[in-house]
């Protein structure tokens, strides 16, 4: 993929890291930044990712690496998703043609791609407390440099943020805090917090008398020392200390984002102050084009787009998401049942809730980037008999692990989860990959696992975990499914139970028992693995419930077959394949099992497609690792074939 040409960027061209940047004359900034601006509307609308976000820091990156010294000094950006600029200055220019790609950069900053990446993120809320772990430790190493966490408004509302606040108000070190206050999460905010950072924006005679930037203070610190107690003496008398200052943070703000003018005096200052300083800056989420301005949701994570028209709707006749399946299903059952609310952690879109928030507003929540409140407010709804859906991307919900375990399971209360993002997702990479749902669900005791491979069998097995009084999670991949025709009824498949979909020996001869092999796919591996049984004669079994297992049918089929293999879009370490191992064990059954899934180790970004093909667990793949586990078998059961055809 051609970059953009270069003869359009000339000040970008000359910028191969910061100590370039930093050599500009002051003037030239504000022409880099709208170059840099225009190169990634240019390169984002190529290759796909994030784009609003990424317009938004554009001149707060020029700024943070004009005064900071880079690498040095770390930078720490929160999720990571608006660290376009900052690749492209540190470096990485001609490889944005990679976005995302197998192989390519990371769609966040990743310490194994940059030195100028300071932490890995993707995951929200991890800025502050990473970044005051650098601060404390250069302090401890006596290192003379500079930490700062650059958190936007959305990040800021997971309790994690406010975690590491607590402890670095009172920690002394040299920590910058950044909050990127855009008012939008990837939705629209919400939350007190969002009020509050409203409230700070209002204040107008608080920022005017504050506007440290525009003054710019060319005093030596003892001059800067007196303003500043002049400022917080004011401050005590006139306007009620913010909530950072009441965390024991220096509040500076807030300031316009997109004015270098303001930026650069102010953070010159900021990096010569000793103790914690919270800057907030307001930028506007799709800065400088005009179509992700007016609707940041939808330029939020685009495909590929053509900036000149923008985003297309995609045509009708694509075949559902599984997420649409689960958005149309919670319409759906919330029609037939009042007692049905849904949540979301602040993904409203990603997790198919757009519908459901506008026919059923006051039974819907998003409570924020908050997974951990998110599940034991569910918990707390179900305690008052209502029967609460948390929407919820399987890697987010590692991150309400205790509450899940704490405060649903233990207490065995009715919530549905519905995991979206199950599996590997592509492009987001490793830090978003669905791929431990089941081993970190399986161990839970009065939990139970639902792994549907169609979009029907999404809805039946929706309703099915809607029907039951305990907690129930239905994992289900990113993206569309295998096409078929969805039924509108909302009757929920049998608890627990699996099925034969392709019984051996087809073609009227009959098969000996106790003979050839069983493939038990665990969710929509199913689909390949029917696509390999017709080459070897195979029995395959949706077994649909990772748990509790269809004994009965595991039981049956393990005594027909000679070999079993499993077959899971997880990890294979504590999966469903280990859940036959066990059963097979307890029922001191010994047949040889092939597990395939998942391996132990991180998958890369990339087309979910090729990473899948990678891992072995295409078609192609499946069969390969069965005919090199399983050889005689294998040659064995083509023979019979042969004599069928
Ligand atoms: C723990 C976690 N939950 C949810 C997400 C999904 N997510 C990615 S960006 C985002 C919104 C972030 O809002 P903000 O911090 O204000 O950044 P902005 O996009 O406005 O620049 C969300 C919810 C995530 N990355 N991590
Ligand atoms: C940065 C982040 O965490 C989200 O924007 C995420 O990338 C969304 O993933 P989907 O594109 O799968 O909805
Ligand atoms: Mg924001």
Known sequence: MPTAHPSSYPLLQSIGEPADLRRLPRGELKPLADELRNFVLESVSRTGGHLSSNLGTVELTVALHYVFNTPEDRLVWDVGHQTYPHKILTGRRERMATLRQLGGLSGFPMRAESPFDAFGTAHSSTSISAALGMALAAKQKGEDRRAVAIIGDGAMSAGMAFEALNNAGVSDCNLLVILNDNDMSISPPVGALN????????????????????????????????????????????????????????????????????????????????????????????????????????????????????????????????????????????AQDTRLVGITPAMREGSGLVEFEKRFPRRYYDVGIAEQHAVTFAAGLACEGLKPVVAIYSTFLQRAYDQLIHDVALQNLPVVFALDRAGLVGADGATHAGAYDIPFLRCIPNMSIACPSDENQCRGLLSAAYAQNHPVAVRYPRGAGAGVAVQPGLEALPFGKGEIRRAAGLGGKPREPGKGIALLAFGTLLHPALAVAEKLGATVADMRWAKPLDLELLLQVAADHEALVTLEDGAVMGGAGSAVLEALQAAAILKPVLQLGLPDRFIEHGDPVKLMAMQGLDAAGIEKSIQERFPALVEKAQAALKLVA
Request: hydrophobic share 40%; aromatic share 12%; proline share 7%.
């Open 195 to 334: 009020r509050y950072l409203a409230q700070l924006m209002s204040g107008h005679f608080y920022a005017a008398a504050k506007n440290v930037g525009k003054q710019v203070l060319k005093a030596a610190p003892p001059l800067f020392e007196l303003a500043k107690r002049f400022e917080q003496h004011a401050k005590g008398m006139v306007v009620p200390a913010t909530l950072f200052e009441q965390f024991g943070f220096n509040y500076i703000g807030p300031i316009d984002g997109h004015d270098l003018d303001s930026l650069i005096p102010t953070l010159e200052n900021l990096r010569d102050l000793t103790g914690p300083q919270f800057l907030h800056v307001v930028t506007k989420k799709g800065r400088g084009y005009g179509r992700a301005e007016a609707d940041p949701v939808s330029y939020h994570g685009p495909g590929k787009f053509d900036p000149a028209v923008g985003l297309q709707k995609a045509t009708a006749a694509s075949a559902p998401t599984f997420t649409q399946v689960f958005g149309q299903w919670l319409c759906d059952m919330a």
